[in-house]
Nanobody, 124 residues
Framework: QVQVVESGGGLVQAGDSLSLSCVAS????????VGWFRRAPGKEREFVAA????????LYADSVKGRFTISRDAAKSTVFLQMNSLKPEDTAVYYC?????????????????WGQGTQVTVSS
């Protein structure tokens, strides 16, 4: 069983950048497809980006396409989310989810393992 921990959140101004990390323990992280999701206050968890277990396939929400980049480093068992040109509407708790296999999906219930989240706040 894999455990994931997110880090890298913080308070930034609109237009700034942040890089989030999702570090896995428990072994076999390269067997998992990983997704980033976020939950803003009063809203449901929404898909942000996902990457297949070998990194060959990525998927982005329309709202972040062109601004966010997801990548992974197998040697470090880490998935990154580089967030550029941040907007106030990007403010949310960001979660990392992992699912077995290589199919990339946007549905939170498809991901089995979750971290506790990291807060991202973008001021205008």
């Amino acid at each position: 069983q894999v455990q994931v921990v997110e880090s890298g959140g913080g308070l930034v101004q609109a237009g700034d950048s942040l890089s989030l990390s999702c570090v896995a323990s428990g072994g076999g992280f390269d067997w998992y497809t990983v997704g980033w999701f976020r939950r803003a206050p009063g809203k449901e968890r929404e898909f942000v980006a996902a990457i297949s277990r070998r990194g060959s396939t990525t998927l982005y929400a329309d709202s972040v396409k062109g601004r966010f980049t997801i990548s992974r480093d197998a040697a470090k068992s880490t998935v990154f989310l580089q967030m550029n040109s941040l907007k106030p509407e990007d403010t949310a708790v960001y979660y990392c989810g992992a699912r077995g296999g290589s199919v990339v999906t946007m549905t939170p219930s498809d991901y089995r393992y979750w971290g506790q989240g990291t807060q991202v706040t973008v001021s205008s």
